[in-house]
């Protein structure tokens, strides 16, 4: 079992920053490969970025890449999502989501077991 507990969302101006964190309770935390999604009002959740559980392989949906960076600490059994450059667009409330490694691949949500609550994050114009 693994709990997860997304931090770090706010509101932010255009072209502004924001770091959110996900804390997993539990031991086993390096055996999952992790996940950011995010849900816009009125639209379908989508995945954002994904990381292997070693931290290694890194995979980042076309609408963030170059503006989000995803990485984690093992030892903090924490998993991070670095925007920058964030548009209107990237309003959403922000998911991090555990899976098995070898079930699925990174963007497809069916594949995790276990999500945060989300975080909102809101940018304006």
């Known amino acids: 079992q693994v709990q997860l507990v997304e931090s770090g969302g706010g509101l932010v101006q255009a072209g502004g920053s924001l770091r959110l964190s996900c804390a997993a309770s539990?031991?086993?935390?390096?055996?999952?490969?992790m996940g950011w999604f995010r849900q816009a009002p009125g639209k379908e959740r989508e995945s954002a970025a994904g990381?292997?559980?070693?931290?290694?392989?890194?995979y980042y949906a076309d609408s963030v890449k170059g503006r989000f960076t995803i990485s984690r600490d093992n030892a903090k059994n924490t998993v991070y999502l670095q925007m920058n450059s964030l548009k209107p667009d990237d309003t959403a409330v922000y998911y991090c989501?555990?899976?098995?490694?070898?079930?699925?691949?990174?963007?497809?949500?069916?594949?995790?077991?276990?999500w945060g609550q989300g975080t909102q994050v809101t940018v304006s114009s």
């Open positions: 989501a555990a899976r098995q490694p070898t079930r699925g691949t990174w963007g497809e949500q069916r594949w995790y077991d276990y």
């Open positions: 539990g031991r086993t935390f390096s055996s999952y490969s």
């Open positions: 990381i292997s559980k070693n931290g290694i392989v890194k």
